[in-house]
Structures are given as C-alpha cells and as structure tokens.
Antibody, heavy 121, light 110 residues
Framework: EVQLVQSGAEVKKPGESLRISCKGSGYSFTSYWISWVRQMPGKGLEWMGRIDPSDSYTNYSPSFQGHVTISADKSISTAYLQWSSLKASDTAMYYC??????????????WGQGTLVTVSS | QSVLTQPPSASGTPGQRVTISCSGSSSNIGSNTVNWYQQLPGTAPKLLIYGNNQRPSGVPDRFSGSKSGTSASLAISGLQSEDEADYYCAAWDDTLSGYVFGTGTKVTVL
C-alpha cells in the first residue's frame, strides 16, 4: 500500500528554523517526484515546488523560491521542507504529494496527511 | 494568486446534477491535461479526476470531467450528502514551469 506519512504538528516562534518531513512507503521512492503544497487557514491549495528524489533536482514556484528549501534523502525514502527563518505568515497546513505521470499527463495520486505549522510569538 | 478561476460555491439538492467550471489559459489548461481534487472537511486532498476525464479506481462514476480549449468542468450527478467538500481543478503551467491549482469551489448539499 502506497503511503506518505508526514511529521507531526509544529509550533514555532518567528525567526526560528524548521524542517518537516514526508516518508514514502509501498513504492519505489526514487521513481516519483514529491511536491509540497501549502494551504493557509481557510484558503486554497498552493503548489510550492517539487523534488526528484532520484537526483534531488528541484524546482520551485516563483512565490516560494528563496523562502523554503525542498530536499530528500533517498536512503530513507523521505522528503523534507525547511525554513531558515519562519514568519507568522508561514502558518499553514503543508501537504506532500506524489506525482504520477502517464500517457494522460501529470497528477498527484497520493497525499500525506498534512503537517500543521503554527508560527506565533 | 491562482491562475485557474473557479466559482466560489455551488449547491444542489440530493440527486441533482452540479457542474463546476475552471477557466485557465493557453499555458495551462490549453496545453496540458486537467486534474480535479476533492477535499473533504479537515482532510487531505484526494485525486478525483486525472487526464481531463479519467477516474482513479474507487471514484464513483457520478463524477465526470471534461475539457474544451482553455476551460474545464467537473460534473457531479446524483449529488449525495457525502459530496459536500471543496473541489479544486489543477494543471501544469508551461509559462510558470509549475503546477497551478484553481481557486476552489465549495459544494453544499441542500
């Protein structure tokens, strides 16, 4: 069974650093890109960027470039999303998702359960 | 800000048909396939439709998708109470080199 299991909720202060994780199981982790998606309270979904776990190639949405870092450790089938200096506006639910690709195009077929990040002084 | 536009809300009574539109541009819907995601309250999004009109295993055939030019639509026929959720369209955008989601539509079953 394919699963993406994310790390637990975090409460941080502005200026602190944070890394959240997403562990894949039940499939070949290096065969599928992992993306991160932000959902601010009461708002819609925003694609942040993606990583190819086979070679750690990344690309980011212009809205998030420079503000977060996406990485992966293929030896433990885990992807990460990290911040070096959190802001209150980073308060949101963050989802990881697996990208599949076939003859009909790209789509995200499996999602993590979400990690709630709260940034407050 | 989202580059795919959806109506903020849609509603219907049980058994009715509800349609949700998704408007994009030549760089996203016009040149790539459209996917739809369902997000039930308090849960992670779930893939509902991929490749414009394909249903993943387990998704009821009450849900159907279509695409024409730079627009797409999701139809829910035989609306049921468990269909109350937020629905998002999405597609790859060649100009942004990224995946874009629609603004989202909240479906209410009256």
């Amino acid at each position: 069974e394919v699963q993406l299991v994310q790390s637990g909720a975090e409460v941080k202060k502005p200026g602190e650093s944070l890394r959240i994780s997403c562990k894949g199981s039940g499939y070949s982790f290096t065969s599928y890109w992992i993306s991160w998606v932000r959902q601010m309270p009461g708002k819609g979904l925003e694609w942040m960027g993606r990583i190819d776990p086979s070679d750690s190639y990344t690309n980011y949405s212009p809205s998030f470039q420079g503000h977060v870092t996406i990485s992966a450790d293929k030896s433990i089938s885990t992807a990460y999303l990290q911040w070096s200096s959190l802001k209150a506006s980073d308060t949101a639910m963050y989802y990881c998702a697996r990208r599949s690709y076939d003859s009909v195009g790209y789509y995200y077929d499996y999602w993590g359960q979400g990690t709630l990040v709260t940034v407050s002084s | 800000q989202s580059v795919l536009t959806q109506p903020p809300s849609a509603s219907g009574t049980p058994g009715q048909r509800v349609t949700i539109s998704c408007s994009g541009s030549s760089s996203n819907i016009g040149s790539n396939t459209v996917n739809w995601y369902q997000q039930l309250p308090g849960t992670a999004p779930k893939l509902l439709i991929y490749g414009n009109n394909q249903r993943p295993s387990g998704v009821p055939d009450r849900f159907s998708g279509s695409k024409s030019g730079t627009s797409a639509s999701l139809a829910i026929s035989g609306l049921q109470s468990e269909d109350e959720a937020d629905y998002y369209c999405a597609a790859w955008d060649d100009t942004l080199s990224g995946y874009v989601f629609g603004t989202g539509t909240k479906v209410t079953v009256l």
